[in-house]
């Protein structure tokens, strides 16, 4: 790959505020050689302020954890240089060049597509691979990139699993609704799930007809409208795509205009969120969730698990969690059989990648010709007493589902 | 022509253009490729700071909603490219007009309807956001799921297409930079810029004495919204991704007036100075910061409010007729 | 050209399909936007009262609003004392906190152009915002109060509570602000500086003292709308732009300084994007407020309960 030519910027970094968790961890802080065996130096981008901060800071827990549980699998150890994107494309950009210029050996990021999209093209051009750790748009991948991975699923691949794990539950209950009324919101993961059903729906012979699709502001302060709307379809069950701030107005909504779906399926991100669990108590239980999600069966899981109530007390491990301690997992495990930081060699080791002891659920982690990770199932999540359990696929679950929803009216 | 321009400006003056300008082309050379991407955005936002600033400091109407026109330039061409394979340069026939035509559209209510200073700042809101409402509607140009355009590849530069290393793009905003520069400088020291001064000062004044003052806003509201799209178009395939909730937000539309008010309204240079004070201090914050060891987000953000509040109340005309007093190079007729 | 004609066919504002929206429902929704149109409206009033009479066009408002959101949570995690209650003390801190900008900030902007007061609150606003992220997080927070989720149901109508309580609220602030400016000494006094300030001066006013006043009057005020809000909504730190926004729409609706006008404003929009997100698509239904403002500003600039501007 041409390299362009670079004057490297030199300039000693203390990152300490981060560091805080390494040190603990006891790993050495900045190496300035580039010799084998040292820390691999990965560029870690997430919008930690702007807009999109909850999520970014989420994700940044995933890297809190990562630094113990990848000694104890005997990985080498990564050093993490964290930018913050500002939710905004320009400094997402600009900030990838600045980590490539300090050294970067590998950019792990963006949670946003767009961001992403961006930060894929700098390492492209660079020949610096670029792990994706959460972005659902699907023409990422599509553009022929040798030095981009996502392991992540995309918007269709969410929507597939989401149908067969519905289906899955239906059978397992033996109860399914007849009607839905589709409620999404009008932002990039939810404009991409709206358009995906149209193709993907009539392959599965859901029991159910969609009554109505009512998309909504992902802004938006008031959701009584939308729901006064979707009680008005005389549907029996809310689909639905949103996140979290929506996603505890809808609820409250249900519960002032006294409506409780026979249950609420959600695909997408919100309904098994810690804040909506704390704010809405008991109010939360029941609803579905599809949404990429880690097996809590697998070994890794338990360790991740375990490695956040050390961090992060009283936090649930999440999509955000798993799949940006993957992309680091992904990482270490390239260093590894690479034997060398040479972004080529780390390219080629990483489109290698079989990690089949891994956390999220499927049969592990592979990339195809495209760099993307197409083996990646979604599951089923419910919320139950404050503690989420996964009720689908059959082979990564936990628990039973339950069904109905329990009337809102009716919880003490 | 050149000479008309550049009489009455000091030596020094010149001087100095003629050394940051060559100093700005021979960059790449010497530049990293993080300096050469902070350097791509501050040209950028300086190039639309002058159009901007055509509008404002020139013809006194504050557009709060400009980032409308980045917009519109990008998807316009953006579209073209990805539907009918059509080159941005092409597009460009396409995507300045359609600017052009709203700038002009908007600007016809506007002063029909004698809609001025806060008001008119609040109706430029307005469409803006109609905008990014409207086209996260319209499934052609993706809505609000995005419009990606093809990338192909980044090792060679194929001008014609836009696709190729950053430094394409360098140089391409440096002389849009440059070109505007004398446009405003040309425009200035014409009769519409003389009226544009005039109608500045005091619209009423300025009618009375026969200047058809619509006439005059409008060619300033179409000339700032055409050179605007232009940026645009630059913005689609630098990026290659648009989403209408990211590029027609009001952050933008602030982003994009930030440079030119610090730098100095109405003033030729402040915008271009206004954009390298504004993104370098950005980034050196943000340098600083992570140097000291301060890993909290939002206090990057803190400490450049900060900055701009003791820019603002310290120097209330801008930093460029500040600075060009201390070094002796105050322009005479501002 | 062949490809706008499926362009402008997929730009459709979907209308609700076959099935029949029951009468029901259009009232709720109706009564449903005229309650959060009050709240809205109480928030406008603040910069109302602000840009009617210290003409400063205070971009900073929705995040002045956020900071008193933020106040309100955490001495409702402190002391568990109901918003409602805090109402006061709260109004009273932001008076404290807009008195101060006003004096410290803002004062010599007054005379200075639109575009540098613009910049003066847009860096007011990133400091707050980005402060309230340091100091709080970005996690979504709110106030769980007992009746959180109740509702009165009245024939086939049902009323949120907190609406309800927060839009009473809104009115009784409303009207206490409206007597203070028309029945008291200092009331009376700021309405002169905003009718003409010159003659103020002449009469030995101290404007200068009854701006910071204003810009007080009009902080408590946002304050006191962010407290009510709080019942409906919860807080981000990122909440507060798209709350500005919207009350520079509801005041130019209402009329730019007139009181009565900004709530009429509030309803009006309230009432507009209820409907408009039952009949069309919900994520439009902000351009029907954006429309009926592009209309107002040309047909009506003075706004619907404005007087015509000197």
Redesign the interface.
């Known amino acids: 790959m ?1 390299r ?1 030519k ?4 030199t ?9 805080s968790a390494l040190l603990a961890a006891g790993i050495a802080p900045f190496n300035v050689g580039r010799a084998q065996g040292a820390a691999l130096k990965v560029g870690v981008l997430l919008p ?4 999109q ?2 999520i ?2 989420d994700c940044q827990r995933g890297v809190d954890i990562a630094t113990g549980v990848l000694k104890d699998l005997g990985l080498p150890s990564l050093q993490f240089i ?1 930018a ?1 994107t ?1 939710s ?3 400094v997402a ?2 900030r990838a ?2 980590l ?2 300090e050294g970067a050996q590998l950019l792990v990021g963006a949670f946003d ?2 961001q992403s ?2 930060i894929a ?1 700098v390492a ?3 020949g610096m691979p670029f792990v994706i750790n959460i972005a659902a ?1 699907p ?2 991948t599509e ?3 040798k030095f981009v991975f996502r392991n992540f699923p995309t918007a269709p691949m969410i929507l597939r699993d989401a149908f067969i794990d519905q289906k899955e539950i239906f059978a397992a209950v033996g109860a399914a609704p007849k009607s839905v009324v589709f409620l999404a ?4 993961f ?3 799930m709206q ?1 995906a059903i149209p193709g993907v729906l009539p392959k599965f012979d859901m029991p159910y007809t969609i ?7 992902p ?4 959701l ?3 729901v ?2 979707a ?4 549907a029996e069950a809310l689909l639905v795509v949103s996140r ?2 929506d996603a ?2 809808l609820t ?1 909504e249900l ?4 409506w409780t779906p026979v249950m609420i399926l959600s695909m997408g991100p919100g309904w098994y969120e810690d ?1 909506y669990l704390k ?1 809405l ?1 008991k ?1 939360s239980d029941g609803p579905l969730s599809f949404a990429p999600w880690y097996d809590p069966n697998k070994k890794l899981s338990k360790a991740l698990d375990a490695a956040l109530a050390k961090v992060h007390p009283g936090v649930n491990l999440n999509t955000n969690h798993v799949y940006t301690f993957e992309a680091l997992l992904i990482a270490a495990d390239a260093y590894k059989r690479a034997g060398s930081s040479n972004p080529q060699a780390l390219a080629d080791a990483i489109r290698a990648t079989n990690i089949t002891d891994n956390s999220s659920i499927g049969p592990g982690i592979q990339f195809d010709a495209k760099g993307q990770n197409d083996k990646i199932l979604g599951g089923g999540i419910q919320n139950r007493n404050g503690k989420l359990i996964t009720v689908a696929p059959g082979a990564a679950s936990n628990g039973k589902p339950e069904w109905p929803l329990m009337p ?1 009216n009716k919880r003490a | 022509m050149m000479v008309r321009l550049i009489a009455g400006v000091p030596g020094r003056g010149l001087a100095l253009l003629g050394a940051l300008l060559a100093a700005l082309t021979a960059a790449p050379l ?5 300096l ?3 350097l791509i ?1 501050i040209l950028y936002f300086a190039y639309i700071g002058q159009a901007w600033n055509i509008m404002m400091g020139f013809a006194g109407q504050l557009s709060l909603g400009h980032t409308l026109y980045v917009g519109l330039g990008a998807y316009t061409a953006a579209a073209l490219f990805v539907h009918f394979g059509i080159g941005p340069w092409i597009g460009l026939a396409a995507a300045v007009p359609a600017a052009a035509l709203i700038g002009a559209f908007i600007g016809f209510l506007a002063f029909r309807f004698r809609v001025a200073g806060v008001y008119f700042a609040i109706l430029t809101i307005a469409f803006a956001e109609f905008a990014r409402l409207g086209f ?2 319209l ?1 052609w140009t993706g ?4 419009l ?1 355009l ?3 590849q ?2 060679h530069n194929d001008l014609w297409r836009l696709r190729g ?2 430094v394409m793009f360098y140089y391409i905003l440096l002389a849009a930079t440059a070109l505007a520069f004398l446009i405003c400088r040309a425009l200035l020291q014409s009769r519409v810029g003389y009226f544009w001064r005039a109608i500045r000062e005091d619209e009423e004044v300025a009618r009375s004495t026969g200047i058809d003052t619509f006439h005059y806003k409008m060619i300033a509201v179409v000339i700032s919204a055409a050179m605007t799209s232009f940026a645009g178009v630059m913005h689609a395939f630098y ?3 648009l ?1 209408p ?2 590029v027609f937000h009001i952050l933008r539309s602030i982003e994009i007036i930030l440079g030119p008010i610090v730098g100095g309204v109405g003033t030729l240079f402040g915008p271009i100075l206004g954009a390298f004070v504004l993104t370098g201090l950005a ?1 050196t914050l ?2 600083a910061l ?9 206090a ?2 803190v400490f450049y409010g900060i900055c701009l509040l003791l820019v603002v109340t310290a120097l209330p005309e801008g930093i460029w007729p500040w600075l060009s007093r201390r070094i002796g190079l105050a322009e005479k007729s501002q | 050209m062949a490809g706008l004609v499926p362009a402008i066919r997929v730009l459709r504002i ?1 209308k ?2 076959d ?1 029949a ?2 009468a029901d ?1 259009y009232l ?2 109706a009564v ?2 005229v309650l ?1 149109g009050l709240v809205y409206g109480l928030m406008a009033l603040g910069l109302s009262v602000i840009f009617g009479v210290v003409r400063v066009v205070n971009f900073a408002h929705g995040e002045m609003m956020t900071l008193a959101m933020y106040i309100a949570i955490t001495l409702f995690t402190a002391f568990h004392l109901d918003p409602l209650v805090m109402l006061v003390p709260i109004a009273s801190v932001m008076f404290v906190f807009g008195y101060v900008v006003q004096v410290r900030l803002i004062n010599p902007f007054i005379t200075r152009p639109d575009y540098m007061q613009f910049l003066l609150l847009v860096a007011v606003g990133i400091i707050i915002v ?1 402060g309230l ?1 340091i100091t709080f ?4 927070k ?1 106030v ?1 109060v007992s009746y ?4 009165f ?1 009245v024939g086939p109508l ?1 009323i ?2 907190t609406k309800l309580y927060a839009a009473i609220a809104a009115i009784v602030v409303s009207a206490a602000l409206f007597a203070f400016f028309r029945y008291t000494r200092h009331g009376t006094a700021i309405r002169a500086c905003a009718d003409n300030y010159t003659g103020a001066l002449v009469v030995g006013l101290d404007v200068k003292q009854f701006y910071a006043l204003t810009f007080g009057l009009g902080a408590a005020c946002v304050g006191a709308a962010g407290v009510m809000l709080l019942l ?3 807080v ?3 909440l507060g732009p ?1 709350y500005t926004l919207l009350a520079f729409v509801i005041v130019i609706t209402g009329g730019l300084g007139s009181m009565p006008g900004a709530l009429l404003g509030g309803v009006l929009i309230g009432l507009t ?2 409907m408009a ?2 009949l069309f ?6 351009m029907f407020a954006f429309a009926i403002l592009v209309l107002v500003l040309l047909l009506r600039p003075e706004g619907i309960m404005g007087k015509r501007a000197a």
């Open positions: 041409p362009n670079q004057t490297y910027q300039r000693r970094r203390f990152n300490t505020g981060f560091a930690r302020s702007g807009y901060a909850g970014g800071q964290n913050d500002e905004n494309v320009d950009r600009s060049e600045q490539i210029g597509s767009g999209s961006a093209q492209e051009q660079k748009a023409p990422i553009q022929g990139y919101e009008n932002d990039t939810g404009v991409a358009k009554l109505d699709t009512i998309s909504y502001d802004t938006a302060r008031d009584s409208v939308e006064s709307r009680k008005a379809t005389g979290l701030n505890i107005l409250r519960i002032k205009q006294r804040q704010t108590g109010f809102y | 010497f530049a990293s490729d993080y050469l991407t902070v955005l996260d509607h499934s809505g609000s799921g995005g990606f093809p990338v192909s980044f090792t290393h950053p990026y290659n991704n989403f909730e990211q980034e943000t340098a992570a140097a000291l060891g301060i890993d909290l987000p939002g990057k953000q | 979907e609700t399909r099935q929206v029951p429902i709720n929704v449903g936007g959060t980005n992220l997080g970005p996690d979504v709110s769980q959180a989720f109740d509702s149901q049902i949120d509570a409906i909504v919860d981000t730190p990122a798209a994007e209820a997100g039952l698509t919900p994520s439009a239904k902000s």
